[in-house]
């Protein structure tokens, strides 16, 4: 072992706090103070301790510091549709479970699972009896759904008639020889000019302006504006992806700011936001290689925006466990094992600083944990036999206000069973 590495380990040592219960984590919410949004990441989309946490630190920013609404990396309409079974509307699903169903789109298990449906019948049982100002949203940010946000928008203007149909129709017309193919489309946009952006970006524009004249709590205006947000910026999305480099990840993270912001403006001058992304989102793309990259992500230009002091982020991680993830893209779903950290990463020192679940809060300079070392990132395709390329040079203390360390963690419970990976 280096001699920087006894450093940091010593310094690990003397500045975290062992999470024993879900009532340690009241550090976090002290820790929070007064700040505006709290980011909560994760560093896989498959890790029941991740979920668990995140929910307990949640409920409580909800109940003690007033927190507004969730906005998570998901897909807006199948989170309006939990949205809604949240807020007790008549058209809602009777139950949790299938409110949860309508994220049919791979890879389901991020939101259909276990973890997440306690959390939503919490917050089901939380809003009731409130008004509709005081209940608690949930939202979808993520920029994949294209056809669904499409379809979204038709089907309402179509239920009630409106005039904007016409207009819709014909934005969305040119989408239609691509069959529901985002590589189709991208192709076809990027190196045939046969984009559809202009038609979009005027559905938007009219959207937007029905809202700001109509009620000023009519979500149901919000749900057509996201819905066209997310179609011009998913158009944009695919088109880039085919050309490759970082625009199409800058894209991605630029609409979801944007969208957040949407959210936040709708819920008023005084409303806090809570975001549940992975790691590569919230974490401040900054104090990463990203930048040398070219790219930015949500944590940056939400510090960007609203100042460092009124923006929180969280970052998790694990030493070894088990996790939901897949082999390829679209494949199917199974419980992988995740090994050791490697030597010298964030959490190979955070386990020999002591094999038990802990927390570091970031509220003073600690040169001695200003390194760039590896940061383990799972996504939702995974090879453990590649492990070392799952890491991101990662300053923490420059990344993250906070860090939750679990030092054994296990694979969420999807509501759909998934394959044991032997």
């Known amino acids: 072992m280096n001699m920087w590495e006894e450093d940091i380990i010593q310094e690990i040592q003397s500045l975290s706090r062992p999470i024993k219960s879900m009532d340690d984590l009241e550090l976090i919410i002290q820790a929070v103070s007064d700040c ?6 994760e560093a896989s989309h498959g890790t029941s301790e991740f979920y668990t946490m995140r929910a307990e630190i949640t409920k409580r920013l909800i109940k003690e510091k007033g927190f507004s609404f969730i906005a998570v990396e998901g897909d807006w309409p199948s989170c309006y549709t939990l949205n809604r079974y949240i807020k007790h509307k008549a058209d809602a699903p009777a139950h949790a479970r299938e409110a949860l169903n309508d994220f049919n789109r791979w890879p389901t298990w991020m939101w259909a699972n276990e ?16 008004k509709d100002n005081n209940q608690i949203g949930f939202y979808g940010i993520d920029v994949y759904s294209l056809w669904e946000s499409m379809e979204e928008i038709l089907s309402h203007l179509k239920k009630t008639n409106s005039p904007d149909l016409a207009m819709a129709q014909k934005a969305f017309e040119c989408f239609e020889p691509h069959g529901r193919d985002p ?8 190196f045939l000019s046969e984009g559809c952006e202009e038609e979009v970006v005027k559905l938007l524009l009219t959207l937007q302006e029905k809202r700001k004249e109509g009620k000023p709590q009519d979500e149901v205006s919000l749900n057509d504006e996201l819905n066209a947000l997310v179609t011009i910026n998913a158009e944009r999305y695919y088109r880039s992806m085919v050309r490759g480099g970082p625009d199409s990840w800058n894209i991605r993270d630029r ?12 819920h008023g001058p005084h409303a806090k936001a809570i975001i549940w992304e992975h790691n590569t989102h919230i974490g401040d793309a900054r104090a990463t290689d990203m930048t040398a990259e070219g790219m930015i992500n949500v944590g940056q230009l939400l510090r960007e925006k609203f100042g460092q002091e009124h923006v929180y982020a969280v970052g998790f991680g694990t030493y070894q466990g088990s996790v939901i993830a897949a082999n390829r893209w679209g494949g199917e779903i199974e419980v992988m094992k995740v090994p050791k950290a490697i030597p010298g990463s964030w ?27 590896g940061h383990r990132a799972i996504g939702v395709v995974y090879h453990p036999d590649y492990e070392r390329g799952n890491y991101v040079p990662s300053i923490l203390p420059s990344r993250y206000d906070a860090f939750i360390y679990v ?8 509501l759909k069973q998934p394959v044991l990976n032997k």
Do not use: C, T
């Not at 973890?115 to 409130?130: D, G, P, R």
């Open 115 to 130: 973890e997440v449906m306690s959390l939503v019948q919490w917050l089901h049982e939380f809003n009731e009896n409130k």
């Open 347 to 373: 959490e190979a020192l955070l386990h020999q600083a002591g094999a038990q679940d802990k927390m570091i809060i970031f509220d003073q300079d600690r040169n001695v944990l200003e390194q760039p070392l």
């Open 36 to 41: 505006e949004i709290v980011m909560l990441g």
């Open 255 to 266: 609409h979801m700011v944007e969208a957040l912001l949407r959210i936040k403006d709708f």
């Open 183 to 190: 590589q189709a489309y991208g192709v076809s946009a990027s």
């Open 407 to 414: 030092d054994q963690s296990r694979a969420l419970k999807p």
